[in-house]
């Protein structure tokens, strides 16, 4: 079941981005735990899809007009900021970043 361990982290995640203090976000992540686990015992596969469906329609509607970006990660504030110079005979086409 990696998509609904997938769908639970990314439901931890949107969370995060409205609750970035963890004392604040903690309740709303052990909510969102009961809330799968409530549906743990569902085996009929037409149910799960409807529950699937439901929960990321759900994620789509909370979803965050600007998710928190870590400073080093891309588009973050601190991404590629110092970025070392080139080396004598370097080709700059050549650069990753």
Do not use: C
């Not at 735990?33 to 329609?57: D, P, Y």
């Amino acid at each position: 079941m990696s998509e609904i361990s997938a769908l639970y982290r990314r439901s931890l995640k949107t969370a995060l981005n409205w609750y970035v203090d963890r004392v604040l976000w903690r309740p709303v992540a052990l909510e969102i735990r009961a809330r799968f686990e409530a549906n743990r015992n569902v085996t009929s596969t037409q149910e799960l899809r409807k529950i699937i469906l439901a929960a990321e329609k759900e994620l789509e509607e909370n979803s965050h007009p600007d998710p928190y970006k870590y400073p080093t990660a891309p588009g973050g504030t601190k991404w590629e900021r110092n970025i070392p110079p080139l080396l004598f005979g370097e080709n700059p086409e050549g650069r990753h970043h």
